[in-house]
């Protein structure tokens, strides 16, 4: 690989205002919270974590499709908050998504043509005759044909649709491609063909992955490393091999003791304390320690920080390793 990542993340932070109470006071929350990672060339970067924990902000800051609090993101070395419009226009080709709901992300006004045209048009890109062979390219390397160019997302499957949107965000040709749960609203049969088509697609044309999903057996099996979300803050971060094998923090070993095995009758469920806290009013200290059994008191007053164990395991916890029972 590369020295220099395809995509690196540098204290990325992102707060949202609501309206609060009878008087309507103004408070503020945080989504995202000094989130910092490399995302190198070729490779499927898993990002876990429980509904709500700041995945899909994180998603779309990293496409700049929301702007930050405070952070950086750069791509190929240049921060994208910095590019102005016409610069970032540019961009915007190399970096794409596929967001959760096919049927929400296609316009019911349009047929798989004009769907498929549209990012062409956008970015004033081929002949109508060079448009052509290229749609009819990507929708053959989906496993969709030019036969259903008349059909109109309503008209499709919900298997094809999402086939339609891997195919769309493909057009111009990006290097990186953020999936944002684009299989969870899929049955599970049809899951397994478009992950296995997106690993299809990797080699195909060189691409590099965000892959964000709260099921962490899909992450395992797509995945090279994979991040943990919690709470907004990255809590855990190795390649799967160390983060599946050699856990480090109590909350990435209660996602994986939730995970269903058929055969494991006598599996113990590592079952949290207490309900997620409010990110209004956040608790002091480590984010996790009112669910967290091994908590001390140090966690309640201390926020951990994101430190190297060894061997680029990352993991943000005063008593890593306490599951394996070595606190590190």
Request: charged share 25%; aromatic share 8%.
């Amino acid at each position: 690989m590369n020295s220099e990542p395809l995509i690196r993340i540098e204290g990325l932070t992102k707060q949202f205002s609501i309206s609060r109470g009878k008087n309507l006071r103004k408070a503020k929350f945080t989504a995202v919270n000094n989130v910092s990672f490399d995302i190198n060339k070729g490779e499927v970067f898993g990002l876990v974590g429980e509904s709500g924990c700041g995945k899909s902000t994180l998603a779309l800051l990293t496409l700049r499709l929301m702007e930050p609090s405070g952070g950086a993101v750069y791509y190929k070395g240049r921060n994208i908050f910095d590019l102005k419009y016409n610069a970032m226009r540019v961009i915007r080709r190399d970096l794409q998504i596929v967001f959760q709901d096919p049927y929400d992300s296609l316009d019911p006004r349009f047929n798989l043509q004009q769907i498929m045209e549209e990012p062409f048009i956008i970015q004033k890109q081929g002949s109508r005759r060079e448009r052509s062979e290229r749609i009819a390219q990507l929708l053959d390397a989906v496993g969709l044909g030019t036969q259903l160019l008349n059909r109109y997302p309503h008209q499709l499957s919900g298997g094809q649709r999402q086939r339609l949107c891997i195919a769309r965000s493909l057009a111009l040709s990006p290097e990186f491609l953020v999936c944002d749960e684009a299989v969870a609203s899929l049955d599970v049969s049809i899951q397994a063909q478009i992950i296995n088509l997106l690993l299809d697609l990797k080699e195909e044309f060189g691409l590099t992955y965000m892959f964000i999903s709260h099921n962490l057996a899909v992450v395992k099996f797509v995945s090279d490393r994979v991040g943990v979300m919690y709470f907004g803050n990255l809590v855990e971060l190795a390649d799967k091999e160390n983060l599946f094998g050699n856990v480090q923090h109590p909350y990435t070993a209660a996602l994986l003791s939730a995970v269903p095995d058929p055969f494991g009758a006598g599996k113990r469920r590592d079952v949290l304390r207490s309900g997620v806290p409010s990110l209004i009013d956040p608790p002091g200290g480590c984010v996790f320690h009112p669910r967290c059994k091994y908590a001390t008191e140090r966690c309640s007053r201390e926020a951990p920080c994101l430190r190297d164990i060894g061997g680029g395991h990352l993991v943000a916890c005063h008593r890593a390793g306490i599951m394996n029972g070595e606190v590190k």
